[in-house]
Protein backbone atom coordinates (compact mmCIF):
# COMPACT_ATOMS: atom_id res chain seq x y z
CA UNK A 1 0.00 0.00 0.00
CA UNK A 2 1.19 3.00 -0.98
CA UNK A 3 0.98 5.59 1.76
CA UNK A 4 1.21 9.83 0.95
CA UNK A 5 1.68 13.05 3.26
CA UNK A 6 -0.33 15.50 2.18
CA UNK A 7 -2.16 18.83 3.95
CA UNK A 8 -5.84 17.68 2.47
CA UNK A 9 -6.97 14.46 1.08
CA UNK A 10 -9.93 15.95 -1.28
CA UNK A 11 -12.62 13.37 -2.19
CA UNK A 12 -14.48 14.56 -5.25
CA UNK A 13 -12.98 16.62 -8.38
CA UNK A 14 -16.28 17.82 -9.17
CA UNK A 15 -16.98 21.63 -8.77
CA UNK A 16 -16.88 22.21 -5.54
CA UNK A 17 -13.87 19.68 -5.01
CA UNK A 18 -11.79 21.98 -7.62
CA UNK A 19 -12.86 25.45 -6.78
CA UNK A 20 -11.51 24.50 -3.07
CA UNK A 21 -8.49 23.68 -4.21
CA UNK A 22 -7.82 26.36 -6.45
CA UNK A 23 -8.28 29.12 -3.51
CA UNK A 24 -6.12 26.53 -1.48
CA UNK A 25 -3.41 26.58 -4.29
CA UNK A 26 -3.51 30.78 -3.90
CA UNK A 27 -3.56 31.23 -0.42
CA UNK A 28 -1.82 28.75 0.90
CA UNK A 29 1.42 26.29 0.75
CA UNK A 30 -0.60 23.45 1.08
CA UNK A 31 -0.21 19.72 -0.96
CA UNK A 32 -3.30 18.58 -1.82
CA UNK A 33 -4.10 14.33 -2.84
CA UNK A 34 -7.36 14.61 -4.77
CA UNK A 35 -9.17 11.95 -5.38
CA UNK A 36 -11.93 11.09 -7.98
CA UNK A 37 -13.87 7.73 -8.79
CA UNK A 38 -14.75 9.66 -12.36
CA UNK A 39 -11.53 8.89 -14.94
CA UNK A 40 -11.28 12.88 -15.33
CA UNK A 41 -12.11 16.03 -13.19
CA UNK A 42 -15.62 18.05 -13.87
CA UNK A 43 -17.75 15.69 -11.52
CA UNK A 44 -21.81 15.15 -12.73
CA UNK A 45 -21.01 17.21 -15.98
CA UNK A 46 -18.61 14.03 -17.38
CA UNK A 47 -22.23 12.21 -16.88
CA UNK A 48 -24.59 15.30 -18.14
CA UNK A 49 -27.02 15.89 -21.21
CA UNK A 50 -24.99 16.84 -24.36
CA UNK A 51 -27.34 20.24 -24.35
CA UNK A 52 -27.21 21.00 -21.26
CA UNK A 53 -25.66 24.39 -20.41
CA UNK A 54 -25.20 26.14 -17.45
CA UNK A 55 -27.85 27.85 -15.99
CA UNK A 56 -26.39 30.51 -14.70
CA UNK A 57 -23.75 33.10 -16.86
CA UNK A 58 -20.89 31.35 -17.35
CA UNK A 59 -18.70 34.57 -15.52
CA UNK A 60 -20.07 32.85 -12.08
CA UNK A 61 -18.97 29.32 -12.36
CA UNK A 62 -15.65 27.46 -12.28
CA UNK A 63 -12.05 28.04 -9.93
CA UNK A 64 -11.94 31.58 -8.60
CA UNK A 65 -8.08 31.93 -10.32
CA UNK A 66 -9.46 30.82 -13.93
CA UNK A 67 -12.67 32.41 -16.13
CA UNK A 68 -14.98 30.72 -18.14
CA UNK A 69 -15.46 31.23 -21.24
CA UNK A 70 -15.35 34.90 -23.15
CA UNK A 71 -17.41 37.23 -20.95
CA UNK A 72 -19.58 38.01 -24.11
CA UNK A 73 -23.23 38.37 -24.74
CA UNK A 74 -25.44 36.16 -26.28
CA UNK A 75 -26.94 37.32 -29.48
CA UNK A 76 -29.09 34.66 -30.76
CA UNK A 77 -31.32 32.80 -28.68
CA UNK A 78 -33.65 32.46 -26.03
CA UNK A 79 -30.32 33.56 -23.65
CA UNK A 80 -30.00 36.97 -26.36
CA UNK A 81 -29.18 39.29 -24.47
CA UNK A 82 -27.38 37.82 -21.80
CA UNK A 83 -24.14 36.26 -21.14
CA UNK A 84 -23.01 33.18 -22.13
CA UNK A 85 -23.85 29.80 -20.62
CA UNK A 86 -20.99 27.30 -21.29
CA UNK A 87 -22.19 23.66 -22.26
CA UNK A 88 -21.17 20.48 -20.98
CA UNK A 89 -18.46 19.99 -23.72
CA UNK A 90 -17.14 23.75 -22.41
CA UNK A 91 -17.27 22.82 -18.47
CA UNK A 92 -15.85 19.30 -19.03
CA UNK A 93 -12.47 21.25 -21.01
CA UNK A 94 -12.34 23.78 -18.63
CA UNK A 95 -11.72 21.80 -15.96
CA UNK A 96 -9.49 19.70 -17.60
CA UNK A 97 -7.37 22.83 -18.50
CA UNK A 98 -7.49 23.94 -14.39
CA UNK A 99 -6.33 20.40 -13.61
CA UNK A 100 -3.53 19.89 -16.42
CA UNK A 101 -2.39 23.98 -16.37
CA UNK A 102 -2.72 24.63 -13.02
CA UNK A 103 -3.05 21.72 -10.51
CA UNK A 104 -0.57 19.87 -11.89
CA UNK A 105 2.46 22.11 -12.66
CA UNK A 106 2.41 23.36 -9.10
CA UNK A 107 3.70 20.31 -7.81
CA UNK A 108 1.47 20.49 -4.70
CA UNK A 109 -1.56 18.74 -6.30
CA UNK A 110 -1.19 14.41 -6.88
CA UNK A 111 -4.66 13.56 -8.87
CA UNK A 112 -5.56 9.96 -8.38
CA UNK A 113 -8.80 9.14 -10.67
CA UNK A 114 -11.02 5.87 -11.42
CA UNK A 115 -10.58 5.91 -7.37
CA UNK A 116 -12.55 4.40 -4.84
CA UNK A 117 -12.45 6.54 -1.52
CA UNK A 118 -12.65 3.73 1.17
CA UNK A 119 -13.84 6.28 4.10
CA UNK A 120 -10.78 5.61 6.21
CA UNK A 121 -8.16 7.90 4.62
CA UNK A 122 -7.56 5.42 2.31
CA UNK A 123 -8.47 4.70 -1.76
CA UNK A 124 -8.42 1.97 -3.80
CA UNK A 125 -7.56 2.22 -7.76
CA UNK A 126 -10.21 0.93 -9.80
CA UNK A 127 -8.14 0.15 -12.89
CA UNK A 128 -5.30 -1.82 -11.23
CA UNK A 129 -6.63 -2.59 -7.15
CA UNK A 130 -3.71 -0.64 -5.99
CA UNK A 131 -4.12 1.07 -2.58
CA UNK A 132 -3.43 4.13 -1.32
CA UNK A 133 -3.61 5.99 1.92
CA UNK A 134 -2.86 9.30 3.48
CA UNK A 135 -0.54 9.80 6.56
CA UNK A 136 -2.52 10.71 10.24
CA UNK A 137 -3.28 14.05 10.74
CA UNK A 138 -4.15 14.86 6.99
CA UNK A 139 -7.11 17.10 6.50
CA UNK A 140 -10.01 15.38 4.82
CA UNK A 141 -12.54 17.58 2.72
CA UNK A 142 -15.58 15.90 1.78
CA UNK A 143 -16.54 17.23 -1.65
CA UNK A 144 -19.13 15.23 -2.68
CA UNK A 145 -21.46 15.38 -0.10
CA UNK A 146 -23.60 17.64 -1.62
CA UNK A 147 -23.41 15.24 -5.12
CA UNK A 148 -25.61 16.48 -8.36
CA UNK A 149 -26.97 13.60 -9.31
CA UNK A 150 -28.20 12.79 -13.14
CA UNK A 151 -30.84 10.04 -14.99
CA UNK A 152 -27.95 8.82 -17.28
CA UNK A 153 -26.57 7.10 -13.71
CA UNK A 154 -29.67 6.97 -11.53
CA UNK A 155 -32.58 5.13 -12.80
CA UNK A 156 -35.74 6.04 -12.51
CA UNK A 157 -37.65 5.95 -9.05
CA UNK A 158 -40.63 4.37 -10.46
CA UNK A 159 -41.37 0.89 -12.38
CA UNK A 160 -40.76 0.52 -15.87
CA UNK A 161 -42.41 -2.33 -17.77
CA UNK A 162 -39.81 -3.84 -20.16
CA UNK A 163 -41.23 -2.87 -23.06
CA UNK A 164 -41.89 0.44 -22.68
CA UNK A 165 -39.59 3.13 -24.53
CA UNK A 166 -37.67 4.59 -21.72
CA UNK A 167 -34.77 6.78 -22.00
CA UNK A 168 -33.03 9.41 -19.58
CA UNK A 169 -32.65 12.64 -20.86
CA UNK A 170 -29.09 12.30 -22.68
CA UNK A 171 -30.90 9.27 -25.09
CA UNK A 172 -33.45 12.73 -26.92
CA UNK A 173 -29.98 13.66 -28.82
CA UNK A 174 -29.31 10.28 -30.19
CA UNK A 175 -32.94 9.09 -31.41
CA UNK A 176 -32.85 7.65 -34.81
CA UNK A 177 -36.63 7.86 -35.79
CA UNK A 178 -39.25 10.31 -34.20
CA UNK A 179 -41.71 8.95 -31.82
CA UNK A 180 -45.34 9.14 -32.27
CA UNK A 181 -45.43 11.59 -28.75
CA UNK A 182 -43.60 12.20 -26.17
CA UNK A 183 -43.65 12.21 -22.45
CA UNK A 184 -41.28 14.49 -19.93
CA UNK A 185 -41.24 12.67 -16.72
CA UNK A 186 -39.96 15.57 -13.69
CA UNK A 187 -40.78 19.29 -13.23
CA UNK A 188 -37.10 20.38 -12.28
CA UNK A 189 -34.54 21.79 -14.40
CA UNK A 190 -34.40 18.91 -16.52
CA UNK A 191 -37.60 18.70 -17.23
CA UNK A 192 -37.36 21.93 -18.65
CA UNK A 193 -34.19 21.13 -20.12
CA UNK A 194 -36.45 18.24 -22.07
CA UNK A 195 -39.05 20.56 -23.20
CA UNK A 196 -36.91 23.27 -24.32
CA UNK A 197 -34.28 20.77 -26.43
CA UNK A 198 -37.50 19.63 -28.43
CA UNK A 199 -39.20 22.77 -28.90
CA UNK A 200 -36.26 24.48 -30.16
CA UNK A 201 -35.83 21.38 -32.22
CA UNK A 202 -39.52 22.39 -33.81
CA UNK A 203 -41.51 19.80 -31.90
CA UNK A 204 -44.86 20.46 -32.25
CA UNK A 205 -45.98 21.23 -28.34
CA UNK A 206 -49.49 19.49 -28.75
CA UNK A 207 -46.87 15.84 -28.65
CA UNK A 208 -45.41 16.85 -25.75
CA UNK A 209 -46.92 15.86 -22.59
CA UNK A 210 -45.28 17.09 -19.72
CA UNK A 211 -45.27 15.38 -16.19
CA UNK A 212 -45.36 17.93 -13.70
CA UNK A 213 -45.82 16.69 -9.98
CA UNK A 214 -45.41 20.21 -8.63
CA UNK A 215 -45.47 23.69 -10.45
CA UNK A 216 -42.13 25.63 -9.39
CA UNK A 217 -40.98 28.98 -8.97
CA UNK A 218 -38.53 29.69 -11.18
CA UNK A 219 -35.89 33.22 -11.47
CA UNK A 220 -35.32 35.18 -14.32
CA UNK A 221 -32.26 35.08 -15.61
CA UNK A 222 -31.77 38.71 -16.39
CA UNK A 223 -31.75 39.33 -12.43
CA UNK A 224 -28.48 37.41 -12.22
CA UNK A 225 -25.89 38.72 -14.77
CA UNK A 226 -22.45 40.14 -14.19
CA UNK A 227 -20.89 43.56 -14.68
CA UNK A 228 -22.08 46.95 -14.52
CA UNK A 229 -23.64 47.28 -17.36
CA UNK A 230 -26.71 45.14 -15.78
CA UNK A 231 -25.93 45.98 -12.14
CA UNK A 232 -29.24 48.53 -12.70
CA UNK A 233 -31.54 46.14 -12.66
CA UNK A 234 -29.59 43.10 -10.59
CA UNK A 235 -29.13 45.68 -7.60
CA UNK A 236 -32.28 46.56 -8.39
CA UNK A 237 -34.04 43.07 -8.03
CA UNK A 238 -32.54 42.64 -4.86
CA UNK A 239 -33.44 45.52 -3.45
CA UNK A 240 -37.05 44.80 -4.51
CA UNK A 241 -36.93 41.25 -3.54
CA UNK A 242 -35.71 43.09 0.45
CA UNK A 243 -38.48 45.37 0.25
CA UNK A 244 -41.23 42.77 -0.53
CA UNK A 245 -39.95 40.59 2.05
CA UNK A 246 -39.57 43.38 4.77
CA UNK A 247 -43.77 44.62 3.78
CA UNK A 248 -45.43 41.53 3.53
CA UNK A 249 -48.09 40.67 5.93
CA UNK A 250 -48.32 37.03 5.18
CA UNK A 251 -46.88 34.02 2.95
CA UNK A 252 -49.19 34.76 -0.05
CA UNK A 253 -48.63 38.35 0.08
CA UNK A 254 -44.86 37.44 -0.04
CA UNK A 255 -44.53 35.78 -3.17
CA UNK A 256 -47.50 38.08 -4.63
CA UNK A 257 -45.48 40.51 -4.32
CA UNK A 258 -42.13 38.76 -5.39
CA UNK A 259 -43.70 37.67 -8.60
CA UNK A 260 -45.17 41.17 -9.13
CA UNK A 261 -41.79 42.74 -8.63
CA UNK A 262 -39.86 40.14 -11.00
CA UNK A 263 -38.26 38.67 -8.46
CA UNK A 264 -39.85 35.44 -9.13
CA UNK A 265 -41.48 33.79 -11.92
CA UNK A 266 -44.00 30.76 -12.94
CA UNK A 267 -44.92 28.95 -15.97
CA UNK A 268 -48.47 28.60 -15.60
CA UNK A 269 -50.39 31.78 -13.83
CA UNK A 270 -52.90 30.07 -13.12
CA UNK A 271 -51.34 27.07 -10.81
CA UNK A 272 -49.92 28.79 -7.87
CA UNK A 273 -46.38 27.08 -7.36
CA UNK A 274 -45.38 25.08 -4.23
CA UNK A 275 -41.33 24.23 -5.58
CA UNK A 276 -39.15 26.11 -5.69
CA UNK A 277 -35.38 25.11 -6.74
CA UNK A 278 -33.41 27.60 -7.67
CA UNK A 279 -34.11 27.08 -11.15
CA UNK A 280 -33.57 30.12 -13.91
CA UNK A 281 -35.01 30.72 -17.09
CA UNK A 282 -35.40 33.68 -19.44
CA UNK A 283 -38.53 35.56 -20.00
CA UNK A 284 -38.41 34.15 -23.76
CA UNK A 285 -37.84 30.17 -22.33
CA UNK A 286 -40.74 30.59 -20.13
CA UNK A 287 -42.83 31.58 -23.23
CA UNK A 288 -41.68 28.54 -25.15
CA UNK A 289 -42.80 26.23 -22.03
CA UNK A 290 -45.99 27.97 -22.09
CA UNK A 291 -46.58 26.42 -25.25
CA UNK A 292 -46.57 23.12 -23.87
CA UNK A 293 -50.48 22.48 -22.92
CA UNK A 294 -50.64 18.88 -22.26
CA UNK A 295 -49.53 19.55 -18.09
CA UNK A 296 -50.17 16.35 -16.25
CA UNK A 297 -50.64 17.10 -12.12
CA UNK A 298 -51.24 13.96 -10.69
CA UNK A 299 -48.72 13.86 -8.31
CA UNK A 300 -45.41 11.40 -9.13
CA UNK A 301 -45.46 8.27 -11.59
CA UNK A 302 -45.86 5.20 -9.37
CA UNK A 303 -45.16 2.57 -13.15
CA UNK A 304 -44.80 3.25 -16.75
CA UNK A 305 -46.73 0.19 -18.22
CA UNK A 306 -47.56 -0.87 -22.00
CA UNK A 307 -51.11 1.18 -21.91
CA UNK A 308 -51.26 3.34 -18.65
CA UNK A 309 -48.83 5.62 -16.83
CA UNK A 310 -50.11 5.49 -13.43
CA UNK A 311 -49.37 8.16 -10.75
CA UNK A 312 -49.93 9.26 -7.13
CA UNK A 313 -53.44 10.80 -7.93
CA UNK A 314 -54.56 8.58 -11.38
CA UNK A 315 -53.71 7.34 -14.43
CA UNK A 316 -53.36 8.74 -18.51
CA UNK A 317 -52.86 6.79 -21.88
CA UNK A 318 -49.45 5.72 -23.37
CA UNK A 319 -48.78 3.27 -25.90
CA UNK A 320 -46.06 1.94 -28.06
CA UNK A 321 -44.87 5.04 -30.04
CA UNK A 322 -44.51 6.84 -26.95
CA UNK A 323 -40.84 7.91 -26.00
CA UNK A 324 -40.79 8.58 -22.02
CA UNK A 325 -37.77 10.43 -21.14
CA UNK A 326 -36.61 10.22 -17.62
CA UNK A 327 -35.88 13.73 -15.71
CA UNK A 328 -36.83 12.85 -12.36
CA UNK A 329 -33.41 12.34 -10.56
CA UNK A 330 -32.59 15.18 -7.86
CA UNK A 331 -30.23 17.12 -8.95
CA UNK A 332 -30.31 19.42 -5.92
CA UNK A 333 -31.00 17.19 -3.36
CA UNK A 334 -31.88 18.79 0.23
CA UNK A 335 -29.17 17.05 2.21
CA UNK A 336 -28.81 17.09 6.42
CA UNK A 337 -26.61 20.18 7.18
CA UNK A 338 -23.91 18.98 9.18
CA UNK A 339 -20.30 21.72 10.69
CA UNK A 340 -18.68 22.01 8.06
CA UNK A 341 -15.35 22.21 9.83
CA UNK A 342 -15.54 19.17 11.97
CA UNK A 343 -12.07 18.24 13.60
CA UNK A 344 -10.01 17.23 10.63
CA UNK A 345 -12.90 16.82 8.50
CA UNK A 346 -14.14 19.60 6.22
CA UNK A 347 -17.43 19.02 4.65
CA UNK A 348 -18.24 21.37 1.85
CA UNK A 349 -21.99 23.00 1.58
CA UNK A 350 -23.70 25.72 0.29
CA UNK A 351 -22.83 29.17 2.29
CA UNK A 352 -25.00 31.01 -0.35
CA UNK A 353 -28.39 29.89 -1.90
CA UNK A 354 -27.91 27.46 -4.88
CA UNK A 355 -24.21 28.42 -5.27
CA UNK A 356 -22.12 25.63 -5.21
CA UNK A 357 -18.57 26.90 -6.60
CA UNK A 358 -18.45 30.10 -4.81
CA UNK A 359 -18.97 28.15 -1.14
CA UNK A 360 -16.80 25.88 -2.49
CA UNK A 361 -14.14 28.60 -2.81
CA UNK A 362 -15.44 30.59 0.46
CA UNK A 363 -14.65 27.51 2.56
CA UNK A 364 -11.32 27.31 1.36
CA UNK A 365 -10.46 31.31 1.90
CA UNK A 366 -12.32 30.38 5.62
CA UNK A 367 -9.69 27.68 6.52
CA UNK A 368 -6.68 29.47 4.72
CA UNK A 369 -7.31 32.68 6.39
CA UNK A 370 -9.18 31.83 10.12
CA UNK A 371 -8.15 29.54 12.92
CA UNK A 372 -10.45 29.66 15.05
CA UNK A 373 -13.24 26.49 14.16
CA UNK A 374 -15.83 27.87 16.32
CA UNK A 375 -15.41 31.21 13.92
CA UNK A 376 -15.36 29.68 10.96
CA UNK A 377 -18.38 27.85 11.21
CA UNK A 378 -20.07 31.31 12.21
CA UNK A 379 -19.28 32.19 9.39
CA UNK A 380 -19.93 29.21 7.31
CA UNK A 381 -23.53 29.10 8.43
CA UNK A 382 -24.64 26.49 5.96
CA UNK A 383 -27.74 27.36 3.61
CA UNK A 384 -29.61 24.10 2.43
CA UNK A 385 -30.86 23.42 -1.03
CA UNK A 386 -34.36 24.38 -1.54
CA UNK A 387 -37.23 22.34 -2.11
CA UNK A 388 -40.32 23.70 -1.23
CA UNK A 389 -41.92 27.41 -1.87
CA UNK A 390 -41.34 28.20 2.17
CA UNK A 391 -38.12 27.18 1.66
CA UNK A 392 -37.52 30.09 -0.58
CA UNK A 393 -37.69 32.08 3.00
CA UNK A 394 -35.55 29.87 4.92
CA UNK A 395 -32.46 30.11 2.44
CA UNK A 396 -33.14 33.75 1.35
CA UNK A 397 -32.88 34.76 4.99
CA UNK A 398 -29.79 32.65 5.86
CA UNK A 399 -27.82 33.97 2.98
CA UNK A 400 -28.66 37.62 4.29
CA UNK A 401 -27.79 36.84 7.62
CA UNK A 402 -24.37 34.94 6.03
CA UNK A 403 -24.02 38.48 4.24
CA UNK A 404 -24.59 40.90 6.71
CA UNK A 405 -22.33 38.80 9.14
CA UNK A 406 -19.28 38.93 6.23
CA UNK A 407 -20.04 42.73 5.71
CA UNK A 408 -18.44 43.06 9.14
CA UNK A 409 -15.21 41.83 8.54
CA UNK A 410 -13.28 44.59 6.44
CA UNK A 411 -10.48 41.66 5.45
CA UNK A 412 -13.35 38.96 4.31
CA UNK A 413 -14.87 42.02 2.58
CA UNK A 414 -11.86 42.93 0.11
CA UNK A 415 -11.79 39.13 -0.48
CA UNK A 416 -15.24 38.84 -1.79
CA UNK A 417 -14.48 42.27 -3.77
CA UNK A 418 -11.55 40.31 -5.67
CA UNK A 419 -13.62 37.35 -6.17
CA UNK A 420 -14.05 36.38 -9.40
CA UNK A 421 -16.74 34.18 -8.41
CA UNK A 422 -18.39 36.77 -6.22
CA UNK A 423 -21.62 37.84 -8.20
CA UNK A 424 -21.37 41.16 -5.87
CA UNK A 425 -17.42 41.68 -7.77
CA UNK A 426 -19.06 41.38 -10.94
CA UNK A 427 -21.47 44.40 -10.89
CA UNK A 428 -19.51 46.33 -8.22
CA UNK A 429 -17.98 46.91 -4.83
CA UNK A 430 -19.03 44.84 -2.10
CA UNK A 431 -20.93 47.22 0.25
CA UNK A 432 -19.31 47.33 3.84
CA UNK A 433 -19.67 48.53 6.78
CA UNK A 434 -17.32 51.49 6.58
CA UNK A 435 -18.67 52.44 3.44
CA UNK A 436 -22.72 52.18 3.67
CA UNK A 437 -25.51 53.64 6.39
CA UNK A 438 -28.07 51.38 6.89
CA UNK A 439 -30.61 54.29 6.21
CA UNK A 440 -28.76 56.79 4.25
CA UNK A 441 -25.97 57.73 1.45
CA UNK A 442 -23.27 55.48 0.80
CA UNK A 443 -19.85 57.41 2.22
CA UNK A 444 -17.08 57.64 1.22
CA UNK A 445 -15.58 54.33 0.30
CA UNK A 446 -18.51 54.28 -2.37
CA UNK A 447 -19.20 51.14 -4.23
CA UNK A 448 -17.17 51.61 -8.09
CA UNK A 449 -20.58 50.94 -9.73
CA UNK A 450 -22.89 53.41 -7.53
CA UNK A 451 -21.69 56.50 -8.87
CA UNK A 452 -24.52 56.19 -11.22
CA UNK A 453 -27.58 57.42 -10.26
CA UNK A 454 -29.86 54.22 -10.15
CA UNK A 455 -27.19 52.18 -9.03
CA UNK A 456 -26.53 54.36 -6.33
CA UNK A 457 -30.09 54.51 -5.28
CA UNK A 458 -30.90 50.80 -5.96
CA UNK A 459 -28.17 49.97 -3.50
CA UNK A 460 -29.77 52.73 -0.64
CA UNK A 461 -33.10 50.71 -0.93
CA UNK A 462 -31.13 47.43 -0.15
CA UNK A 463 -28.73 48.20 2.25
CA UNK A 464 -32.29 50.25 4.16
CA UNK A 465 -34.67 47.01 3.59
CA UNK A 466 -32.38 44.28 4.33
CA UNK A 467 -32.69 44.64 8.39
CA UNK A 468 -36.55 45.13 8.59
CA UNK A 469 -36.67 41.95 5.50
CA UNK A 470 -34.56 39.85 7.97
CA UNK A 471 -37.29 40.01 10.59
CA UNK A 472 -40.04 40.19 8.88
CA UNK A 473 -38.89 36.80 7.08
CA UNK A 474 -38.28 35.19 11.07
CA UNK A 475 -42.01 36.11 11.58
CA UNK A 476 -43.18 35.09 8.72
CA UNK A 477 -41.34 31.71 8.69
CA UNK A 478 -42.56 30.76 12.08
CA UNK A 479 -45.77 31.65 11.20
CA UNK A 480 -45.40 28.75 8.41
CA UNK A 481 -43.38 26.32 10.99
CA UNK A 482 -46.43 26.82 13.43
CA UNK A 483 -49.17 26.29 10.88
CA UNK A 484 -46.62 22.84 10.10
CA UNK A 485 -46.89 21.59 13.34
CA UNK A 486 -50.64 22.37 14.12
CA UNK A 487 -51.57 20.52 10.71
Known sequence: MATHDPDYLVIGAGAMGMAFVDVLLTETDATVVLVDRRSRPGGHWTDAYPFVRLHQPSSFYGVNSRPLGDDTIDLA??????????????????????????????????????????????????MTGAVHAVADGTRVVGATYMNVTVPATHPPRYEVDPEVRCVPINGLASIAEPPERYVIVGAGKTGMDACLWLLANDVDPDLITWITPRDSWVLDRANIQPGPDFAPVVIGS?????????????????????????????????????????????????????????????GRVRRIGATEIELDEGSIPTGPGVLHVDCSSDGLARRPVVPIFDGDRITLQTVRTCQQVFSAAFIAHIEAAYDDPDVKNRLCTVVPHPDTDVDWLRVTLASTLNAIQWRQDPGLTAWLNDARLDGFSRTGRYPTARNRSANGPVGDGADEVASSGGVLGATRRLLASSGPAVENLQALLSQAESRTSSG
Open 77 to 126: GWNAGLYELASASEVCAYFDQVMNQRFLPSGRVSFFPSCDYGGDGSFTST
Open 238 to 298: AASQMEVAAGAGSIDELFAGLEEAGVLLRIDRSVRPTMYRCATVTKAELDQLRRIENVVRL
